[in-house]
């Protein structure tokens, strides 16, 4: 096995362009022959945010056990993430934002990543409107992804105006590929 790959779905819709997009990364590494963790997160049943209890400052990571806690496990033991999200209101979903906010976890009190420092990522963000807006979520992700250590190492932000779902063109498929190709 050539390597794990996590991957969060934080659309609502499991055929959204947002979640087409992350799964032509997925199944590209999984093509090359690595493990690719999904989770869906608008199907995960008490998906909580961080609790500011600074557990994790002591002990290296969060230590609320609950159902975040498997993603986040996940993360740590991958050598790349992709993070999906569809833009609401200028900002990622609510499902993925749980999540990020948990990503606090992964610092110590000096803000030095408990991770190994190794890990890429993958950021998709689909919109409605605007692609200065799907660019500027895309951005945010890509800072707390540096924050904690992890690499980013492309992007792939849509605007579909019309809500027809036809943004997985063969231009957006091989920039999917590519990215893969990074993780």
């Given at each position: ?138 951005s945010h992700l890509r800072q707390v992804c540096s924050m904690c250590g992890i690499q980013p190492v492309g992007t792939i932000a849509v605007?579909?105006?019309g809500d027809e779902k036809n943004t997985l063109t063969p231009e957006i498929l091989e920039r999917a590929k590519d990215i893969a190709h990074?993780?």
């Open positions: 096995m050539a390597g794990k790959i996590t991957v969060l779905i934080g659309s609502p819709r499991a055929n959204g362009n947002s979640a087409k997009i992350a799964k032509a990364i997925a199944d590209e590494c999984q093509a090359m022959g690595k493990e690719v963790a999904t989770f869906h997160l608008d199907k995960i049943e008490g998906l909580r945010g961080c609790r500011a209890c600074n557990a994790c400052k002591k002990r290296g990571g969060c230590i609320a056990k609950d159902p975040t806690l498997p993603i986040l496990e996940s993360i740590a033991g991958s050598e790349g993430i992709v993070l999906s999200t569809p833009l609401y209101f200028n900002v990622e979903s609510g499902q993925l934002k749980l999540v990020l906010d948990r990503f606090y976890g992964f610092l110590s009190e000096d803000f030095k990543t408990f991770l190994p420092g190794t890990q890429k990522a993958a950021v998709v963000v689909s919109c409605m409107t605007g692609e200065e807006s799907s660019e500027d979520c895309a605007c579909d105006p990074k993780l």
